[in-house]
């Protein structure tokens, strides 16, 4: 593994939606990205986070959009808690970015870290478990939507 990447993307991630799997992509994307931010140096570091950390947020934003919004068309069951773990990592993702831009104490490793930590971990566990349904979805023939 290059030691300027954080995470690479492992097809054991993929949720076999095309477009949602392509975002996960992106998200990990974004991750290493930010991460080799975090090598340059703390000031080089401050300074691009400062440029990439909305983006980042604004793609993690679209992308939980995009994802609730197909859950919501296939009657997804557990759709509450599913937004509840986006709304609580989107509130923590802003304290973090209030914290940073108004000079607290922020170490950019520690939040690409997290960041990659909670994204895979969502991935795996919560995400996986809407594949499940609609892979049974498919096997019943109760799936009436393209997606």
């Known amino acids: ?15 076999s ?7 996960h992509k992106k998200l990990i994307t974004m991750t290493n990205t930010l991460y080799q931010g975090c090598l340059e140096g703390d000031a080089k570091a401050r300074i691009y986070f400062m440029q990439a950390i909305h ?10 959009s995009a994802e609730e919004k197909i859950l919501e068309s296939i009657n997804y069951p557990d759709i509450g808690d599913h937004k509840r773990e986006h709304e609580g990592f989107i509130r923590h993702i802003f304290e973090e970015v209030k914290s940073f831009e108004s000079g607290k104490k ?4 520690d939040f ?13 566990l919560t995400d996986k478990k809407y594949a499940q349904y609609i892979l049974n979805l498919k096997k019943e023939r109760r799936l009436t939507i393209e997606l």
């Open 1 to 15: 593994m290059n030691d300027r990447i954080l995470v690479e993307w492992d097809d054991r991630y993929l949720v």
């Open 17 to 23: 939606i095309p477009r949602i799997d392509e975002q």
């Open 55 to 64: 983006g980042t947020v604004d793609y993690v934003k679209y992308h939980f």
């Open 112 to 124: 690409v870290r997290y960041l990659k930590d909670w994204i895979l971990a969502h991935i795996a």
């Open 106 to 109: 922020f170490v950019p490793n």
